[in-house]
């Protein structure tokens, strides 16, 4: 196996000019295409592919080793679904008997009228959910094409009919939640807002007005902060 | 190629009318994340070249028959502003437009992992907003940057640089005089990490050696640019 550090390439910023801690922060930070080492003793993570005897990154992020795992976290990522996500959606159409419902993910997703919160006779899906309606759902299923189905049955889950709507990069949801959930158990009690974070990057916060602008506040600076270097993983 | 031989456009000195030696490069300037409402976005600007490029998706293809079932699409748009260049500029598609959006997506085709997203699309507008020469290079060369800064997965950034003939002599880079009155324009686009073209395209006649020095040329101005791109999106994260 190559000994040389996985962190240091022969294509990357060496400047001595660059500013003390931060340029051992900035080797970190890769893009697609770069040579993250040999491939012998390595297993590709997320974010790199394995070319000939060579890793190389397929994403601008930040890269990560842990044990004989390179992988890349991304600075900035779409929501791809998983099944039993909770996730927030928006209602973009319906037919007789389907909402399709925009999750955030490259293919919207559809939610059967068999799986809505309530019983419906077949062509009122609107009269129960309508076109613009945000509702909080679970992900059931997802094909190999990325086509998902949400469904309305389960605890909680239910129409969205006041507060407001945030969205976070999904990768970030880790810094806002924290670890065990203490840094939005600490939101919820400072700020006595209701919140739910979805796996889909997007929140309810409910409560009094000042405190849900204080909450997006928050989530805006995690949001700002989370492009410096470092953050994103 | 207007083919005006009398134009001297190369002095004594072997220097061009803007000083800059053959093989040199104009300045350009690379930032990202300057569209924020996209999810990747890119301005550079190349010499007096202005281009600003934003990337949407991967995201529902509609209307559905552009859908592929394995793969995702690349939906490329570019236009030149109607205020980018001195003759104003009717808006919307044209000709020329058209076939730089389709050379600009078969380039990026080859780079973007599309299988990862089947049956869905990544919009990439490019909008000229300052044009001399060499338009397609600095479109395609920002949307590769958009692209990475929007987190879709590449094999490689595609860094896209022309080279020709002015005055009987290779030159890289052309500017508008040396576009317009040269004898010859080899725009092409490369993947500085395994060298590999991706898209070539020739205007006038090179003998087989004066191609092989424009091709050395625009490899050489390729690595310069790629180190700028790579140091555009590392330090577009705000270290």
Same mark, same amino acid.
């Given at each position: 196996?190559?000994?040389?550090?996985?962190?240091?390439?022969?294509?990357?910023?060496?400047?001595?000019?660059?500013?003390?801690?931060?340029?051992?922060?900035?080797?970190?930070?890769? *893009?697609?295409?770069?040579?993250?080492?040999?491939?012998?003793?390595?297993?590709?993570?997320?974010?790199?592919?394995?070319?000939?005897?060579?890793?190389?990154?397929?994403?601008?992020?930040?890269?990560?080793?842990?044990?004989?795992?390179?992988?890349?976290?991304?600075?900035?990522?779409?929501?791809?679904?998983?099944?039993?996500?909770?996730? #927030?959606?928006?209602?973009?159409?319906?037919?007789?008997?389907?909402?399709?419902?925009? #999750?955030?993910?490259?293919?919207?997703?559809?939610?059967?009228?068999?799986?809505?919160?309530?019983?419906?006779?077949?062509?009122?899906?609107?009269?129960?959910?309508?076109?613009?309606?945000?509702?909080?759902?679970?992900?059931?299923?997802?094909?190999?094409?990325?086509?998902?189905?949400?469904?309305?049955?389960?605890?909680?889950?239910?129409?969205?009919?006041?507060? &407001?709507?945030?969205?976070?990069?999904?990768?970030?949801?880790?810094?806002?939640?924290?670890?065990?959930?203490?840094?939005?158990?600490?939101?919820?009690?400072?700020?006595?807002?209701?919140?739910?974070?979805?796996?889909?990057?997007?929140?309810?916060?409910?409560?009094?007005?000042?405190?849900?602008?204080?909450?997006?506040?928050? #989530?805006?600076? #995690?949001?700002?902060?989370?492009?410096? &270097?470092?953050?994103?993983? | 190629?207007?083919?005006?031989?009398?134009?001297?456009?190369?002095?004594?000195?072997?220097?061009?009318?803007?000083?800059?030696?053959?093989?040199?490069?104009?300045?350009?300037?690379?930032?990202?994340?300057?569209?924020?409402?996209?999810?990747?976005?890119?301005?550079?600007?190349?010499?007096?070249?202005?281009?600003?490029?934003?990337?949407?998706?991967?995201?529902?293809?509609?209307?559905?028959?552009?859908?592929?079932?394995?793969?995702?699409?690349?939906?490329?748009?570019?236009?030149?502003?109607?205020?980018?260049?001195?003759?104003?500029?009717?808006?919307?598609?044209?000709?020329?437009?058209?076939?730089?959006?389709?050379?600009?997506?078969?380039?990026?085709?080859?780079? *973007?992992?599309?299988?990862?997203?089947?049956?869905?699309?990544?919009?990439?507008?490019?909008?000229?907003?300052?044009?001399?020469?060499?338009?397609?290079?600095?479109?395609?060369?920002?949307?590769?940057?958009?692209?990475?800064?929007?987190?879709?997965?590449?094999?490689?950034?595609?860094?896209?640089?022309?080279?020709?003939?002015?005055?009987?002599?290779?030159?890289?880079?052309?500017?508008?005089?040396?576009?317009?009155?040269?004898?010859?324009?080899?725009?092409?686009?490369?993947?500085?990490?395994?060298?590999?073209?991706?898209?070539?395209?020739?205007?006038?006649?090179?003998?087989?050696?004066?191609?092989?020095?424009?091709?050395?040329?625009?490899?050489?101005?390729?690595?310069?640019?790629?180190?700028?791109?790579?140091?555009?999106?590392?330090?577009?994260?705000?270290?």
């Amino acid at each position: 196996m190559n000994s040389r550090p996985v962190g240091q390439f022969d294509n990357m910023s060496n400047e001595s000019n660059a500013d003390g801690p931060q340029d051992s922060r900035r080797s970190l930070i890769v *893009v697609p295409g770069e040579d993250l080492g040999s491939s012998e003793g390595i297993e590709a993570g997320h974010g790199v592919l394995v070319v000939g005897d060579r890793v190389k990154s397929t994403k601008q992020g930040r890269m990560n080793r842990k044990g004989n795992t390179i992988s890349v976290s991304p600075l900035h990522t779409r929501y791809m679904p998983r099944p039993g996500d909770l996730v #927030i959606g928006h209602i973009e159409g319906c037919t007789n008997n389907i909402w399709f419902v925009d #999750i955030g993910a490259p293919f919207n997703s559809i939610l059967p009228m068999s799986l809505g919160p309530a019983k419906v006779e077949f062509g009122g899906t609107r009269k129960v959910l309508d076109i613009g309606d945000s509702i909080l759902c679970r992900v059931q299923e997802v094909e190999e094409t990325h086509q998902s189905v949400v469904t309305m049955k389960g605890m909680g889950l239910r129409k969205i009919r006041s507060g &407001a709507l945030d969205e976070l990069d999904p990768h970030l949801l880790g810094h806002l939640i924290g670890k065990g959930g203490s840094f939005l158990r600490a939101m919820k009690m400072e700020t006595d807002c209701r919140i739910v974070v979805t796996d889909n990057g997007r929140l309810w916060i409910d409560g009094d007005l000042e405190n849900i602008l204080e909450v997006r506040k928050r #989530i805006e600076k #995690i949001s700002s902060e989370a492009m410096i &270097a470092g953050v994103g993983a | 190629m207007g083919g005006y031989g009398d134009v001297q456009m190369i002095d004594e000195n072997g220097l061009r009318m803007d000083g800059r030696k053959p093989g040199d490069v104009r300045p350009i300037t690379i930032e990202t994340g300057v569209v924020p409402v996209a999810d990747g976005s890119c301005r550079m600007v190349w010499g007096t070249n202005e281009a600003i490029v934003a990337v949407y998706g991967p995201m529902e293809a509609h209307p559905r028959k552009i859908q592929k079932q394995d793969r995702a699409v690349i939906d490329v748009a570019y236009n030149m502003a109607p205020f980018s260049t001195t003759d104003r500029i009717r808006p919307g598609f044209n000709r020329r437009s058209r076939e730089i959006s389709k050379v600009t997506q078969d380039a990026l085709e080859s780079v *973007v992992l599309l299988e990862l997203y089947p049956r869905s699309k990544i919009r990439v507008s490019i909008e000229i907003i300052s044009a001399e020469a060499g338009t397609r290079c600095v479109g395609l060369t920002a949307a590769s940057v958009a692209l990475a800064d929007a987190g879709i997965p590449m094999t490689d950034l595609v860094v896209s640089v022309a080279s020709g003939k002015v005055n009987d002599v290779v030159v890289c880079d052309l500017n508008k005089e040396e576009d317009n009155y040269g004898e010859a324009d080899l725009p092409m686009g490369i993947l500085p990490n395994t060298g590999e073209l991706v898209f070539l395209q020739m205007d006038g006649d090179l003998s087989p050696e004066e191609f092989k020095q424009a091709w050395d040329y625009n490899v050489e101005a390729a690595l310069q640019v790629h180190k700028l791109m790579v140091e555009a999106l590392k330090g577009g994260a705000k270290q």
